[in-house]
């Protein structure tokens, strides 16, 4: 018998869940652009990941500012919630104490972190994920979600507002797909076009005018956080919004083909990239501020086509990432079968 208290509305989790392509695409699309935001701040050995800003000179270089820095790390942050709840639905009916599997999963990432943190890259973002996680998604599973959704409203407006956003505004996104979640938003998001297609819409006329009033500030203006903060989150939902769409066309299986894998060992991948970009660095040498933008192209293109084999050839023969492995032993406090069945 399960010891959670469902909130008003919840709906009943079964055993079995149907693993939803849709997130995995989505996910593995994330990891992309996460990976060409931080080629250049990962070959700064030791430094730790500032937001980035589109300093490079012409207009023909402005293009990472307006479409692929900050604008990834929010889906990123939005899928880590999703998966929150998930989880909680699968622990709910699987243990008698379904929040010390979420407890031990959370801490079982912040020692992935901390190591990922103090070897490789002070940029690391796990450590901050698990923090936040202990702090505002665990103790959310106790409210109902008509609560959830309205403090994620709340942290976003404030986070945005008050602190330009950034990283200020993961608890708000972490809650905010919990909610999606607890809604039974996400069961349903591959049931039809219409309503990404129509959200889509209502973002790309917000996102227009938004990089617009980022375009005309400089990075050093008081009011450029903001406007780089609003313009990359309405960015952000409309990448998901049109992969969405595009998952209800014939292009679905080419997606799934190039996108699944990557966002089925979305952790194996982000960590392993760190490792290869700090090869790649040691290789090309120079100060990575001056690389060009063709050669952070290049560098994340041929570690994303490595890991995409990687994990495509894994894949193959095991049901997750070696670190997904990992994680899912310390959340289940017990050894989880990896290999496929015969």
């Given at each position: 018998m399960s010891s959670r208290t469902p909130g008003p509305g919840d709906r009943?989790?079964?055993?079995?869940?149907?693993?939803?392509?849709?997130?995995?695409?989505?996910?593995?699309?994330?990891?992309?652009?996460?990976?060409?935001?931080?080629?250049?701040?990962?070959?700064?050995?030791?430094?730790?990941?500032?937001?980035?800003?589109?300093?490079?000179?012409?207009?023909?270089?402005?293009?990472p500012?307006?479409?692929?820095?900050?604008?990834?790390?929010?889906?990123?942050?939005?899928?880590?919630?999703?998966?929150?709840?998930?989880?909680?639905?699968?622990?709910a009916v699987r243990a008698a104490r379904p929040r010390l599997v979420l407890a031990r999963r959370l801490l079982a990432l912040l020692a992935i972190g901390l190591v990922h943190f103090l070897l490789l890259?002070?940029?690391?973002?796990?450590?901050?994920?698990?923090?936040v996680g202990l702090l505002v998604l665990l103790p959310s599973t106790w409210l109902p979600r008509w609560?959830?959704?309205c403090l994620a409203a709340v942290l976003l407006a404030v986070s945005l507002l008050a602190t330009g956003g950034w990283h200020a505004l993961v608890p708000g996104l972490f809650l905010l797909g919990s909610a999606l979640t607890r809604y039974?938003?996400?069961?349903?998001?591959?049931?039809?076009?219409?309503?990404p297609a129509a959200l889509g819409l209502v973002l790309a006329a917000g996102a227009v005018p938004a990089?617009?009033?980022?375009?005309g500030l400089d990075p050093y203006d008081s009011g450029f956080s903001l406007a780089f903060s609003t313009a990359g989150l309405l960015v952000a939902g409309v990448y998901v919004c049109v992969l969405l769409v595009l998952m209800r066309t014939p292009l679905r299986p080419a997606l799934r083909a190039v996108f699944a894998p990557l966002g089925r060992m979305a952790l194996?991948?982000?960590?392993?990239?760190?490792?290869?970009?700090?090869?790649?660095?040691?290789v090309l040498g120079g100060v990575p501020d001056r690389w060009s933008e063709a050669t952070v192209v290049t560098v994340a293109g041929v570690i994303l086509a490595v890991q995409w084999l990687?994990?495509?050839?894994?894949?193959?023969?095991?049901r997750q990432g070696p670190v997904e492995w990992l994680w899912r032993w310390a959340t289940w406090a017990g050894r989880p079968p990896l290999r496929r069945a015969a």
């Amino acid at each position: 018998m399960s010891s959670r208290t469902p909130g008003p509305g919840d709906r009943p989790a079964g055993p079995g869940r149907t693993r939803i392509a849709a997130l995995d695409v989505v996910r593995g699309f994330a990891l992309c652009g996460i990976l060409l935001a931080n080629v250049k701040p990962i070959a700064h050995v030791g430094d730790a990941l500032t937001p980035a800003a589109p300093t490079l000179e012409g207009d023909t270089a402005a293009w990472p500012g307006l479409f692929i820095d900050q604008r990834f790390f929010p889906i990123f942050s939005l899928l880590f919630g999703v998966g929150f709840s998930l989880l909680l639905e699968s622990a709910a009916v699987r243990a008698a104490r379904p929040r010390l599997v979420l407890a031990r999963r959370l801490l079982a990432l912040l020692a992935i972190g901390l190591v990922h943190f103090l070897l490789l890259w002070r940029g690391d973002i796990l450590t901050a994920y698990a923090v936040v996680g202990l702090l505002v998604l665990l103790p959310s599973t106790w409210l109902p979600r008509w609560a959830v959704a309205c403090l994620a409203a709340v942290l976003l407006a404030v986070s945005l507002l008050a602190t330009g956003g950034w990283h200020a505004l993961v608890p708000g996104l972490f809650l905010l797909g919990s909610a999606l979640t607890r809604y039974g938003v996400i069961d349903r998001v591959e049931r039809s076009a219409r309503g990404p297609a129509a959200l889509g819409l209502v973002l790309a006329a917000g996102a227009v005018p938004a990089l617009w009033w980022q375009s005309g500030l400089d990075p050093y203006d008081s009011g450029f956080s903001l406007a780089f903060s609003t313009a990359g989150l309405l960015v952000a939902g409309v990448y998901v919004c049109v992969l969405l769409v595009l998952m209800r066309t014939p292009l679905r299986p080419a997606l799934r083909a190039v996108f699944a894998p990557l966002g089925r060992m979305a952790l194996t991948n982000y960590l392993t990239a760190t490792v290869l970009v700090l090869a790649a660095a040691r290789v090309l040498g120079g100060v990575p501020d001056r690389w060009s933008e063709a050669t952070v192209v290049t560098v994340a293109g041929v570690i994303l086509a490595v890991q995409w084999l990687w994990s495509v050839l894994w894949l193959r023969r095991y049901r997750q990432g070696p670190v997904e492995w990992l994680w899912r032993w310390a959340t289940w406090a017990g050894r989880p079968p990896l290999r496929r069945a015969a």
